[in-house]
């Protein structure tokens, strides 16, 4: 259940970005968010994790080259 619910919350978090706000696509934060949103809710109970999964430093991320799909 736990992937039903992450996975999908992930899908509709970006189905709206790309219909919603685009820009969000190329926004580190919000990869980092839902790094976190992933992360938080797969960690398990009782163990601290960091508050927010940070990339390296010096490397620029090409939105361009990752593949978004949509099943309808």
Do not use: W
Request: net charge positive; charged share 25%.
């Amino acid at each position: 259940m736990a992937v039903f619910i992450l996975v999908h919350s992930v899908e509709t978090l970006c189905i709206k970005a790309v219909s919603d706000r685009p820009d969000y696509l190329t926004n580190e934060t919000f990869l980092d968010e839902l790094g976190a949103l992933m992360q938080g809710y797969l960690q398990p109970a009782g163990e601290s994790a960091r508050a927010t999964p940070k990339r390296a430093t010096g490397r620029r991320r090409n939105p361009a080259s990752r593949e978004i799909t949509t099943s309808s």
